[in-house]
């Protein structure tokens, strides 16, 4: 089955407190992307990767990193986190032959 | 920059009536347009999209229509049953590679 997982589902942290989200996808797929939502802003990308150790900025990365050591995964890293990413965060892999986006169940973080 | 205008943010339709939602882009070089629905507390998942060489495209009871030159599409659902209640996304390429410019979500309530 095609899946995209990522966890923790839930996170409540503290400011300043390093956290990583993992992200793993089984399709093979050489983009990945991570979003995060929050209310009447709809969907804001953070970073993306079009392949192995290529990753760049998406519309939102301030506070965030990311890594692409391998192609099935693509953690989100917040190394100081603060309570403006308090939010739903979801990472996505891209099928490349149909544009179609994959999307993981979503991981809610906390900051306080 | 680039955007994308949603509307309505919360479309309230009874259970067998059409539903149609509307987005408008900026980018006169986006050439893809996907939807997503997204239920409650799951990720989007693509429920149609359309090229920007075709007008129409239907699957079962979603539709959706493309207006290039005024740069709208829209979401047409018929029949509206209390599974089509969730979040929808509309979305549009930046230009023609990966990235997607994404409308801020409509809420779609079906009463029984």
């Known amino acids: 089955e095609a899946q995209v997982t990522q966890n923790p589902r839930y996170l409540i942290t503290v400011t300043g407190k390093k956290l990583t989200v993992t992200c793993s996808q089984n399709?093979?797929?050489?983009?990945m992307s991570w979003y995060r939502q929050d209310p009447g802003l709809g969907l804001r990308q953070i970073y993306y990767?079009?392949?192995?150790?290529?990753?760049d900025k998406g519309d939102v990365p301030e506070g965030y990193k990311v890594s692409r050591k391998e192609k099935r995964n693509f953690p989100l890293i917040l190394e100081s986190p603060s309570p403006n990413q308090t939010s739903l965060y979801f990472c996505?892999?891209?099928?490349?032959?149909?544009?179609?986006?994959?999307f993981g169940e979503g991981s809610r973080l906390t900051v306080l | 920059g680039e955007n994308v205008e949603q509307h309505p943010s919360t479309l309230s339709v009874q259970e067998g009536d059409s539903a149609v939602i509307k987005c408008t882009y900026s980018?006169?070089?986006?050439?893809?347009f996907p939807w997503y629905k997204q239920e409650l507390g799951k990720g989007p998942q693509l429920i149609i999209d359309?090229?920007?060489n075709v007008g129409e495209k239907k699957d079962q009871r979603i539709a959706v229509t493309l207006n290039k030159t005024a740069k709208h599409f829209s979401l047409h659902i018929t029949e509206t049953q209390p599974e089509d209640s969730a979040v929808y996304f509309c979305?549009?390429?930046?230009?023609?590679?990966?990235?997607?410019?994404w409308g801020a979500g409509t809420k779609l309530i079906i009463k029984p």
């Open positions: 996505a892999s891209h099928d490349a032959n149909t544009g179609e986006l994959f």
């Open positions: 399709m093979n797929h050489e983009y």
């Open positions: 990767s079009m392949n192995v150790e290529v990753t």
């Open positions: 980018d006169s070089a986006s050439n893809y």
């Open positions: 359309i090229r920007s």
């Open positions: 979305a549009a390429s930046k230009g023609s590679n990966y990235q997607l410019i």
